[in-house]
């Protein structure tokens, strides 16, 4: 298996880049959408189970036929994949936003009023840090929600590292698809790493003990 | 703030209910501008629901609540809360904010600039004795009477001349809340504020109260001095409260062994200042006892500890008892010495410790 051949002829380097910066764009938006969302719920939990129920049916579609359903809308290529990331994401990053925002013990909240914090402020210096911590573990699971999508973006010609996959199936070179695939596979392991290591600081800095 | 100083609080007809049961009942207090008012009785009868009721923690169902004359429905009741510090037993420091964050955060909410609340930080800390290099420390980092002393450096930050305490000292071990309360009753005078304290020991009441405002099932029983309590109790209840003396009617026959405490807690063999802290750290503790092949050498206090280079310049004397010595002449003996703790000892071999309390002292 001629690792190199590859990496040249189908151009990895410039793939690669492609990928992470679909990736990137597409973590970017899930993470502002759904801590936005997340916040937005908290300030009005009547919606939340209505909100999550739609997120939770969203998650279910395949994510083929997600892609599919977005062409007619967004044509071929990034914005369909970009879009169907961001779709899969929002569930876990607002989902924990959400939990850790109203699940911070009772008695700091408490501490806070009795000190003189007004609701805003006790939302931002007390709330929102100690959910970080729950909110990193949702972007973690973003992670490689994305990355898988952004991967399968190259059936519908979205470029970065499905485009080679694809062609080693259309050439049924096994090579390509390997090398490929092992590429692609290491890459979201190390991704998920930096992820694991974000939330270990967060956990460690603002987590409870 | 909203305030500058407190003439007067007035609770006039206060009450809470929760469902059918009245936790406070009907209850007309005042409060001088300037004392120190203990709120005292059993567990439930409504201490922390009354003293909520003065920064609107709680809102009466009846009645009204008045300080310097102003209904405080009136106020703002983020300033109102603001203008008075709030210590309370779960200490509730936030544990993602170093000690300096948590005491500044008041302070830094109030638009302070950061070399004022550097300062002001120092100095609080300074003042409950606390070695400033704590600054930077994370809560989980101290030991339960550290992180104590921060919960009332922050309630101090703004300096707001009125203070209510909900039992700061109820969780802590019984030396270290002595340590602590000897420590408050000498600033207390420097705080020069209006301070209602919640507790429910009555040694603490006696030892750190102006006056004594007495509960029980909601109701105010009784509230005066001290010595009014004692000379002329309301009714039975109040009589057995401040005289417990009479549990110690017999103090003739008592001995130092009848009432110490169980040393076993607090003794530790160490070498080192270093262990020594390591091993309070471990077992939340700010005072051991040192031994060496099990004979008392002398005790330490976290404090002499932070401060000293050596072990041996840590080190206090105590004053030694036998567990024969009468209760009497043992207190006498702390009283003349001006301690407030003896270790007992059998030989070398520490075997309690005697803490004087105000109630005994009073009696010899
Ligand atoms: N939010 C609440 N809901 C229902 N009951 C309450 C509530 N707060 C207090 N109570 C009840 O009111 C009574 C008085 O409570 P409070 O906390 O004021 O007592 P306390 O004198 O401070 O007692 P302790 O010494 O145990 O702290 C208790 O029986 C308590 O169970
Ligand atoms: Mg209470």
């Known amino acids: 298996m001629d690792v190199l051949w590859v990496w040249e002829s189908q151009n990895l380097a410039q793939r690669t880049l492609e990928h992470l910066r679909m990736f990137g764009i597409a973590l970017a938006l899930s993470v502002v959408i759904g801590v936005l969302l997340g916040l937005y719920l908290y300030r009005r939990p009547k919606l939340a189970p209505i909100a999550f129920n739609v997120l939770n049916i969203l998650e279910t579609v395949p994510t083929l036929a997600l892609l599919v359903l977005l062409l007619p809308l967004l044509g071929l290529g990034e914005k369909p994949t970009i879009a169907a990331s961001v779709i899969y994401s929002i569930l876990p990053i607002a989902r924990n936003t959400y939990t850790g925002l109203t699940s911070v013990e009772r008695s700091y909240i408490e501490v806070a009023e009795a000190i003189g914090l007004s609701e805003r402020e006790i939302l931002i210096k007390v709330r929102f840090p100690l959910a970080l911590p729950l909110i990193a573990a949702g972007v973690r699971i973003a992670v490689v929600f994305t990355m898988g999508v952004v991967t399968l973006g190259g059936l519908i010609a979205a470029g970065g590292l499905g485009a080679p996959i694809q062609t080693g199936i259309h050439l049924y070179d096994r090579d390509i698809i390997v090398v490929t695939g092992l590429w692609v596979g290491l890459l979201a392991l190390i991704l998920d790493g930096v992820a694991a290591l974000i939330e270990r600081y967060l956990r460690g800095r603002y987590g409870r003990r | ?364």
């Open chain 2, 1 to 364: 703030m909203l305030f500058n100083r407190i003439d007067s609080i007035e609770l006039r007809g206060v009450t809470k209910r929760y469902g059918d049961f009245v936790a406070v009942d009907h209850v007309d207090l005042e409060v001088i501008g300037g004392e120190l008012l203990i709120l005292i009785g059993p567990s439930g009868s409504g201490k922390t629901t009354l003293l909520r009721t003065i920064n609107r923690l709680v809102e009466p169902d009846e009645g009204e609540v008045f300080i310097n004359g102003r209904n405080v429905r009136e106020f703002d009741v983020v300033k109102l809360r603001r203008s008075i510090g709030y210590v309370i037993q779960q200490i509730g420091l936030f544990p993602h904010m170093t000690v300096k964050e948590n005491i500044a955060l008041l302070m830094r909410l109030e638009g302070w600039d950061e070399e004022e609340m550097e300062k002001r930080v120092e100095e609080l800390l300074d003042l409950v004795a606390l070695p400033r290099e704590f600054a930077e420390r994370y809560p989980h980092h101290l030991s339960g009477g550290q992180q104590q002393r921060v919960g009332l450096a922050r309630a101090l930050a703004l300096n707001p001349p009125l203070l209510l305490m909900d039992e700061p000292f109820g969780a802590l071990d019984p030396i270290l809340r002595r340590q602590l309360q000897e420590e408050f009753a000498r600033i207390k005078a420097a705080l020069g504020r209006t301070i209602v304290f919640v507790t429910h020991d009555i040694e603490e009441a006696f030892k750190l109260g102006d006056r004594i405002a007495i509960m029980r099932d909601g109701k105010l029983i009784q509230v005066g001095y001290p010595d009014e309590l004692v000379l002329n109790p309301a009714d039975e209840f109040v009589a057995k409260l401040v005289n417990a003396d009479k549990k110690f009617k017999h103090l003739d026959t008592l001995k130092a062994r009848d009432i110490m405490i169980d040393v076993e807690p607090y003794l530790v063999e160490a070498e080192s200042v270093e262990a020594v802290l390591e091993w309070m750290r471990e077992n939340d503790r700010e005072f051991a006892v040192l031994t060496k092949n099990g004979a008392l050498v002398g005790t330490v206090t976290l404090s002499s500890l932070l401060k000293a280079g050596t072990l041996e310049e840590a080190i206090d004397e105590p004053l030694r008892l036998s567990p024969d010595d009468s209760l009497a002449s043992a207190l006498s003996e702390m009283k003349a010495k001006g301690e407030f703790m003896a270790l007992v000892v059998e030989g070398e071999r520490p075997v309690g410790v005697l803490l004087a309390s105000e109630v005994l002292l009073r009696l010899v």
